[in-house]
């Protein structure tokens, strides 16, 4: 089967910047990754999307822009079509071999219970600045019919792991603002959904503590001592108890319990409720995983998969280790998903969202 050319662009929700990749693929089992690239925000673009999260609290109309969210919207446009034209010339890329453009855009509120979830960004802008295809808005459909919208990567990360010859059943863990799961068998469809915090509580942390956007290689956190109490507290929250297919808004966990802490003890101890909400999690699977695979921010902390390997008692690689760009994952899956989209294959499924059978999704805009 003839394999497309596509480039996937990820605004994850740690805000950091956008990640860019090249995949070549028939949307099923063959794939070949290229390069990858990150364009990073500067503090008015954090700024801006943190103003958009926080108006849209009030969203009833996923389509809806008012105020501080049309100028964010407007952002995430131009800081993609510069993030793609400059991957384009960096790497020598012919914009005629690309075939599609898997846009995720920034979620700034994600409501399941409510079949809501809105991402900011507008595909038709973005190809028409590009004067490429854009397959975009790719979790509306699974949410409108009953689905959690999320995660989306299962079926990339299905995908990699079976051609990284992984020992089956392994668990592909995603460390960006919120974790998320994919649980690969040895036969079947994944298993997939969000754990609970990854990166989110800790950079909160650090923004308001030292003006920092993030615990850079855990190096608070390792100077810094678990609270108990605070830890139980956290870990107290009613979503670990609820079956899988589940999902998570970024904010949906308060930093309450840290609050009267020190920075390095608040660190360590939102550190470590990432680690055991990972834990947690095992206890939601269909059989014990061989291995873990650890990709996005987190896996850059060492304090961090420290935990994990604590908290887990299992082996946990990163995903550098396995011969994957991990910092690129998210960005592939999108180049992927923008495939299976234009074939009309699922997107998401019963046990990755919850939704009642496989379901396509997305749009496309041509330039």
Request: glycine share 10%; net charge negative.
């Amino acid at each position: 089967m003839t394999l497309l050319r596509a480039l996937g662009l990820m605004s994850g929700t740690s805000m950091d910047g956008i990640d860019v990749a090249l995949v070549e693929t028939d949307g099923g089992s063959r794939a070949l990754c290229g390069p990858a690239s990150f364009a990073p925000y500067d503090d008015a673009d954090r700024a801006l999307l943190r103003a958009a999260i926080a108006a849209a609290v009030s969203l009833e109309e996923r389509a809806a822009r008012p105020g501080v969210l049309a100028q964010a919207e407007a952002m995430i446009d131009a800081r993609h079509a510069s993030a793609v034209e400059g991957f384009l010339r960096a790497h020598a890329i012919d914009r005629a071999s690309v075939d599609v453009v898997g846009f995720h855009g920034q979620t700034v509120l994600h409501r399941p219970e409510r079949r809501l979830t809105v991402q900011i960004g507008d595909g038709a802008a973005l190809a028409r600045a590009l004067g490429l295809s854009v397959a975009w808005d790719m979790r509306a459909a699974d949410v409108a019919a009953g689905g959690q919208g999320a995660p989306l990567v299962p079926v990339w990360h299905k995908a990699l792991a079976e051609a990284a010859g992984l020992p089956l059943p392994a668990l592909v863990l995603n460390l960006g603002g919120v974790g998320n799961v994919t649980f690969v068998p040895e036969a079947g469809d994944p298993v997939a959904f969000d754990t609970g915090p990854a990166n989110a509580l800790i950079d909160d942390l650090m923004l308001e503590r030292a003006g920092v956007a993030m615990d850079a290689d855990g190096a608070s956190a390792a100077q810094g001592r678990v609270d108990p109490g605070a830890l139980a507290a956290l870990l107290s929250h009613p979503y670990f108890a609820q079956p899988a297919p589940k999902s998570l808004d970024r904010n949906a966990f308060s930093r309450a319990p840290v609050a009267r802490l020190s920075t390095p003890d608040a660190a360590a101890t939102l550190t470590a409720f990432t680690a055991h909400s990972v834990a947690r999690a095992l206890g939601h699977l269909p059989a014990a995983p061989r291995v873990v695979i650890v990709c996005g921010g987190g896996a850059r902390n060492p304090t961090l998969m420290g935990a994990l390997a604590a908290a887990l008692g299992l082996p946990v690689r990163s995903a550098d280790a396995v011969g994957w760009n991990g910092d690129a994952v998210e960005a592939q899956a999108f180049a992927y998903l923008a495939v299976r989209a234009l074939k009309g294959l699922p997107l998401t499924f019963p046990g990755t969202t919850g939704v009642e059978r496989p379901m396509t999704g997305g749009r496309l805009s041509r330039p």
